[in-house]
Protein backbone atom coordinates (compact mmCIF):
# COMPACT_ATOMS: atom_id res chain seq x y z
CA UNK A 1 0.00 0.00 0.00
CA UNK A 2 1.49 3.03 -1.04
CA UNK A 3 1.12 5.41 2.23
CA UNK A 4 1.40 8.97 0.04
CA UNK A 5 -1.82 7.14 -1.59
CA UNK A 6 -3.03 6.67 1.85
CA UNK A 7 -2.09 10.50 3.12
CA UNK A 8 -4.35 11.47 0.18
CA UNK A 9 -7.11 9.13 1.54
CA UNK A 10 -6.86 10.74 4.99
CA UNK A 11 -6.81 14.17 4.09
CA UNK A 12 -9.83 13.96 1.84
CA UNK A 13 -11.55 12.44 4.90
CA UNK A 14 -10.19 14.67 7.57
CA UNK A 15 -10.90 17.80 4.53
CA UNK A 16 -14.66 16.64 3.47
CA UNK A 17 -13.68 17.67 0.11
CA UNK A 18 -11.57 16.44 -2.96
CA UNK A 19 -11.07 20.18 -3.87
CA UNK A 20 -10.19 20.83 -0.50
CA UNK A 21 -7.63 18.02 0.14
CA UNK A 22 -6.43 19.29 -3.09
CA UNK A 23 -5.10 22.57 -1.81
CA UNK A 24 -3.75 21.42 1.11
CA UNK A 25 -1.84 18.95 -0.47
CA UNK A 26 -0.82 20.97 -3.27
CA UNK A 27 -2.03 18.62 -5.95
CA UNK A 28 -5.19 19.14 -8.56
CA UNK A 29 -8.04 17.86 -7.77
CA UNK A 30 -7.71 15.79 -10.74
CA UNK A 31 -4.34 14.52 -9.34
CA UNK A 32 -6.42 13.44 -6.09
CA UNK A 33 -8.85 11.68 -7.76
CA UNK A 34 -6.87 9.53 -9.30
CA UNK A 35 -4.81 9.00 -6.27
CA UNK A 36 -8.17 7.71 -4.58
CA UNK A 37 -8.83 5.54 -7.79
CA UNK A 38 -5.62 3.93 -7.11
CA UNK A 39 -6.01 3.10 -3.84
CA UNK A 40 -9.38 1.40 -4.57
CA UNK A 41 -8.36 -0.46 -7.41
CA UNK A 42 -5.11 -1.38 -5.15
CA UNK A 43 -7.25 -2.57 -2.28
CA UNK A 44 -10.14 -3.85 -4.63
CA UNK A 45 -12.99 -2.07 -2.42
CA UNK A 46 -14.49 1.44 -2.92
CA UNK A 47 -13.14 3.75 0.09
CA UNK A 48 -15.06 6.72 -0.10
CA UNK A 49 -19.10 7.75 -1.34
CA UNK A 50 -18.11 10.87 -3.74
CA UNK A 51 -21.29 12.92 -3.43
CA UNK A 52 -21.42 13.92 -0.53
CA UNK A 53 -17.76 13.05 0.53
CA UNK A 54 -17.73 10.20 3.16
CA UNK A 55 -16.03 7.00 3.95
CA UNK A 56 -17.58 3.41 3.04
CA UNK A 57 -17.34 0.51 5.88
CA UNK A 58 -14.41 -0.65 4.28
CA UNK A 59 -13.26 3.33 3.86
CA UNK A 60 -13.60 3.37 7.61
CA UNK A 61 -12.24 0.75 8.88
CA UNK A 62 -8.92 1.39 6.61
CA UNK A 63 -9.33 4.77 8.27
CA UNK A 64 -8.29 3.10 11.85
CA UNK A 65 -5.57 1.86 10.94
CA UNK A 66 -4.25 4.75 8.80
CA UNK A 67 -3.29 7.55 11.25
CA UNK A 68 -1.04 5.07 13.15
CA UNK A 69 0.63 3.44 9.72
CA UNK A 70 1.21 6.86 8.96
CA UNK A 71 2.69 8.46 12.43
CA UNK A 72 4.77 5.11 12.64
CA UNK A 73 5.92 5.77 9.23
CA UNK A 74 7.00 9.52 10.24
CA UNK A 75 8.74 7.91 13.40
CA UNK A 76 11.00 5.90 11.35
CA UNK A 77 11.71 9.04 9.03
CA UNK A 78 12.38 11.48 12.09
CA UNK A 79 14.44 8.63 14.00
CA UNK A 80 17.01 7.47 10.77
CA UNK A 81 17.15 11.39 10.38
CA UNK A 82 18.22 12.23 13.79
CA UNK A 83 21.11 9.31 13.70
CA UNK A 84 22.34 10.58 10.12
CA UNK A 85 22.86 14.02 11.77
CA UNK A 86 25.04 12.98 14.14
CA UNK A 87 25.12 14.20 17.89
CA UNK A 88 23.30 17.51 18.46
CA UNK A 89 23.22 20.02 20.94
CA UNK A 90 19.44 20.90 21.81
CA UNK A 91 16.85 19.16 23.74
CA UNK A 92 13.11 20.08 22.79
CA UNK A 93 11.05 17.97 25.78
CA UNK A 94 7.40 18.09 25.95
CA UNK A 95 4.48 17.52 29.26
CA UNK A 96 1.07 17.00 29.57
CA UNK A 97 -0.20 19.75 32.22
CA UNK A 98 -0.81 17.12 34.80
CA UNK A 99 2.40 15.57 34.01
CA UNK A 100 4.43 18.56 33.64
CA UNK A 101 5.64 18.49 37.61
CA UNK A 102 7.95 15.63 36.92
CA UNK A 103 10.15 17.80 33.75
CA UNK A 104 12.42 19.86 36.43
CA UNK A 105 14.46 17.07 38.06
CA UNK A 106 15.18 15.02 35.09
CA UNK A 107 15.96 18.09 32.73
CA UNK A 108 18.44 19.79 35.07
CA UNK A 109 20.23 16.14 35.04
CA UNK A 110 20.59 16.01 31.17
CA UNK A 111 21.78 19.99 31.69
CA UNK A 112 24.45 18.56 34.15
CA UNK A 113 25.74 16.36 31.61
CA UNK A 114 25.63 18.51 28.81
CA UNK A 115 26.29 22.08 29.78
CA UNK A 116 26.42 23.55 26.45
CA UNK A 117 22.58 22.32 25.49
CA UNK A 118 19.96 24.44 24.12
CA UNK A 119 16.68 23.54 25.75
CA UNK A 120 13.17 24.45 24.83
CA UNK A 121 10.02 22.96 27.15
CA UNK A 122 6.81 22.91 25.83
CA UNK A 123 3.27 21.71 27.62
CA UNK A 124 0.88 20.56 25.35
CA UNK A 125 -2.68 18.55 25.53
CA UNK A 126 -2.12 14.40 26.20
CA UNK A 127 -3.34 13.78 22.68
CA UNK A 128 -0.57 15.91 21.33
CA UNK A 129 2.30 14.27 22.74
CA UNK A 130 2.87 11.01 21.04
CA UNK A 131 2.83 12.85 17.92
CA UNK A 132 4.74 15.42 18.42
CA UNK A 133 7.44 12.80 19.75
CA UNK A 134 6.91 10.30 16.62
CA UNK A 135 7.27 13.11 14.49
CA UNK A 136 10.29 14.59 15.62
CA UNK A 137 8.87 17.74 16.93
CA UNK A 138 9.86 17.11 20.19
CA UNK A 139 12.91 14.74 21.57
CA UNK A 140 11.00 13.03 24.36
CA UNK A 141 7.02 13.60 26.06
CA UNK A 142 5.67 12.88 29.72
CA UNK A 143 2.27 11.99 28.93
CA UNK A 144 -0.68 11.02 31.68
CA UNK A 145 -3.77 9.13 32.03
CA UNK A 146 -5.38 7.01 34.07
CA UNK A 147 -4.93 2.97 34.17
CA UNK A 148 -5.55 0.30 36.51
CA UNK A 149 -2.91 -0.06 39.25
CA UNK A 150 0.78 -1.43 37.37
CA UNK A 151 -1.08 -1.00 34.14
CA UNK A 152 0.48 0.87 30.83
CA UNK A 153 -1.43 3.60 29.55
CA UNK A 154 -2.88 2.51 26.23
CA UNK A 155 -1.02 4.77 24.08
CA UNK A 156 -0.88 4.19 20.36
CA UNK A 157 1.98 5.16 19.06
CA UNK A 158 5.36 3.92 17.93
CA UNK A 159 7.58 4.49 20.71
CA UNK A 160 9.30 4.10 23.92
CA UNK A 161 6.87 4.46 27.02
CA UNK A 162 8.61 4.08 30.71
CA UNK A 163 6.65 4.13 33.71
CA UNK A 164 7.41 7.55 35.47
CA UNK A 165 4.52 7.97 38.43
CA UNK A 166 1.61 6.38 39.83
CA UNK A 167 -0.44 8.70 42.58
CA UNK A 168 -3.97 7.78 43.76
CA UNK A 169 -6.77 9.76 42.35
CA UNK A 170 -8.92 12.15 44.21
CA UNK A 171 -12.44 14.67 43.53
CA UNK A 172 -11.26 17.98 45.17
CA UNK A 173 -14.08 19.77 46.89
CA UNK A 174 -15.15 23.27 48.85
CA UNK A 175 -14.91 22.42 51.85
CA UNK A 176 -18.42 23.21 52.70
CA UNK A 177 -19.72 20.28 50.44
CA UNK A 178 -21.83 17.80 51.40
CA UNK A 179 -18.74 15.21 50.04
CA UNK A 180 -15.80 16.71 51.57
CA UNK A 181 -15.97 14.91 54.99
CA UNK A 182 -16.09 11.35 52.84
CA UNK A 183 -13.22 8.72 53.47
CA UNK A 184 -13.32 8.23 50.35
CA UNK A 185 -15.69 8.33 46.47
CA UNK A 186 -17.14 5.55 44.63
CA UNK A 187 -16.98 7.13 40.93
CA UNK A 188 -20.40 5.39 39.98
CA UNK A 189 -22.46 7.25 42.67
CA UNK A 190 -21.57 11.06 40.83
CA UNK A 191 -22.56 9.77 37.34
CA UNK A 192 -25.63 12.06 37.67
CA UNK A 193 -23.52 14.71 39.45
CA UNK A 194 -22.27 17.79 37.06
CA UNK A 195 -18.60 18.09 36.16
CA UNK A 196 -16.55 20.48 34.62
CA UNK A 197 -15.12 19.11 30.87
CA UNK A 198 -11.74 20.48 31.24
CA UNK A 199 -9.94 17.29 29.34
CA UNK A 200 -6.23 18.58 29.55
CA UNK A 201 -6.16 19.43 33.48
CA UNK A 202 -8.44 16.84 34.58
CA UNK A 203 -8.98 13.33 33.63
CA UNK A 204 -11.93 13.67 30.67
CA UNK A 205 -14.80 12.43 31.33
CA UNK A 206 -15.21 10.49 28.41
CA UNK A 207 -12.09 8.04 30.29
CA UNK A 208 -14.42 8.37 33.34
CA UNK A 209 -17.57 6.57 31.64
CA UNK A 210 -15.30 4.39 30.47
CA UNK A 211 -13.41 3.36 33.98
CA UNK A 212 -17.23 3.47 35.37
CA UNK A 213 -18.88 1.70 32.75
CA UNK A 214 -21.00 3.57 31.48
CA UNK A 215 -22.04 5.59 27.84
CA UNK A 216 -24.05 8.49 29.58
CA UNK A 217 -23.28 10.52 32.72
CA UNK A 218 -20.76 12.75 33.91
CA UNK A 219 -22.57 15.87 32.54
CA UNK A 220 -20.69 19.07 31.75
CA UNK A 221 -21.82 22.01 33.71
CA UNK A 222 -18.85 23.74 31.41
CA UNK A 223 -15.69 23.40 29.07
CA UNK A 224 -12.60 24.64 30.55
CA UNK A 225 -10.23 24.41 28.04
CA UNK A 226 -6.41 24.94 27.74
CA UNK A 227 -3.85 23.65 30.63
CA UNK A 228 -4.09 26.67 33.76
CA UNK A 229 -4.35 24.37 36.41
CA UNK A 230 -5.14 27.49 38.80
CA UNK A 231 -8.23 27.85 36.53
CA UNK A 232 -9.55 24.88 37.09
CA UNK A 233 -9.21 25.27 41.20
CA UNK A 234 -10.64 28.33 41.10
CA UNK A 235 -13.85 27.07 38.97
CA UNK A 236 -14.03 23.70 41.50
CA UNK A 237 -13.56 25.91 44.64
CA UNK A 238 -16.51 28.10 43.45
CA UNK A 239 -18.06 24.88 43.08
CA UNK A 240 -19.11 24.85 39.17
CA UNK A 241 -18.61 21.41 39.07
CA UNK A 242 -16.60 18.44 40.27
CA UNK A 243 -13.48 16.78 38.66
CA UNK A 244 -10.78 13.84 38.91
CA UNK A 245 -7.19 14.88 40.01
CA UNK A 246 -3.92 13.04 41.18
CA UNK A 247 -3.83 13.53 44.70
CA UNK A 248 -1.18 16.37 45.63
CA UNK A 249 -2.69 18.69 42.65
CA UNK A 250 -5.26 20.68 44.53
CA UNK A 251 -2.71 21.33 47.51
CA UNK A 252 -2.83 25.03 48.29
CA UNK A 253 -6.02 25.50 46.53
CA UNK A 254 -8.63 26.06 49.66
CA UNK A 255 -10.22 22.05 48.41
CA UNK A 256 -10.59 18.90 50.42
CA UNK A 257 -9.19 16.27 48.42
CA UNK A 258 -11.34 13.05 48.94
CA UNK A 259 -9.91 9.64 47.62
CA UNK A 260 -11.32 7.55 44.58
CA UNK A 261 -12.44 4.50 45.93
CA UNK A 262 -13.99 2.97 43.48
CA UNK A 263 -13.40 2.13 40.61
CA UNK A 264 -9.88 0.82 41.38
CA UNK A 265 -8.12 3.43 38.81
CA UNK A 266 -5.11 5.76 39.37
CA UNK A 267 -2.99 8.76 38.07
CA UNK A 268 -0.55 7.21 35.55
CA UNK A 269 2.58 9.18 34.10
CA UNK A 270 4.88 7.41 31.47
CA UNK A 271 7.76 9.54 29.69
CA UNK A 272 8.08 8.75 25.53
CA UNK A 273 11.19 8.83 23.38
CA UNK A 274 12.44 6.90 20.47
CA UNK A 275 14.06 3.46 20.79
CA UNK A 276 17.27 5.05 19.91
CA UNK A 277 17.35 8.43 21.84
CA UNK A 278 20.30 10.99 21.75
CA UNK A 279 22.61 11.38 24.38
CA UNK A 280 20.96 14.42 25.86
CA UNK A 281 17.67 12.52 26.05
CA UNK A 282 19.43 9.37 27.25
CA UNK A 283 20.63 11.54 30.10
CA UNK A 284 16.40 13.17 30.55
CA UNK A 285 15.44 9.40 30.47
CA UNK A 286 18.21 7.89 33.25
CA UNK A 287 17.45 10.36 35.52
CA UNK A 288 13.80 9.28 35.54
CA UNK A 289 14.48 5.37 35.45
Known amino acids: MDPHLLRTFVTVVRT ?153 LVVPLPVSHPLASRSRLDLRDLVDALWLDAPDTAVPLAALREAVGVRDGFRASLACDGGD ?7 LGAGHGLAVLPAGAAEGGGLVEVPVGEPRIVHRTELLHPRTPDAASASFVAALT
Open 229 to 235: LLLLLGL
Open 16 to 168: GSFSAAAGELGYTQAAVSQQIASLENDLKVTLLHRRPVRTTEAGARLLDHAGPILLRLQAARSEIAGLAAGPRTRLRAGASPLAAVHVAEPLAAARRAHPRLDVTVRVLPRAGIGAAVATGDLDLGLVDGIAAPSDPLRLDVPLTAVAVAERP
